[in-house]
Nanobody, 120 residues
């Protein structure tokens, strides 16, 4: 059983900062990639940022230079530092991981989601 547990969402004013964390736990053999997606009301889920096991990071154009994704491989944890937040960043943020267990190879898993609201 694999679980992704997210934390750090909440309400913040425009221009403010938040830090999201996601921990992957369970019978994990290896983690290929971890990152964050988001889904705003009435919109499709979209990639925010993702980092692979060899350190390659991919960001959505809308968050480049404002968001920073980092990873602690030993703890199977990723952190998303979000600065200069804008109202259009308001969404439910979902942790996503591609990982292997004893029975599956490079399978995708989702967290439950944590809401981020940027409003004055």
């Amino acid at each position: 059983q694999v679980q992704l547990v997210e934390s750090g969402g909440g309400l913040v004013q425009p221009g403010g900062s938040l830090r999201l964390s996601c921990v992957a736990s369970g019978s994990i053999f290896s983690v290929y990639a971890m990152g964050w997606y988001r889904q705003a009301p009435g919109k499709q889920r979209e990639l925010v940022a993702e980092i692979t096991s060899d350190g390659n990071t991919n960001y959505a154009d809308s968050v480049k230079s404002r968001f920073t994704l980092s990873r602690d491989n030993a703890k199977n944890t990723v952190y998303l530092q979000m600065n200069s937040l804008k109202p259009e960043d308001t969404a439910v943020y979902y942790c996503h991981a591609v990982l292997s267990t004893a029975t599956v190879v490079n399978n995708g898993y989702w967290g439950q989601g944590t809401p981020v609201t940027v409003s004055s």
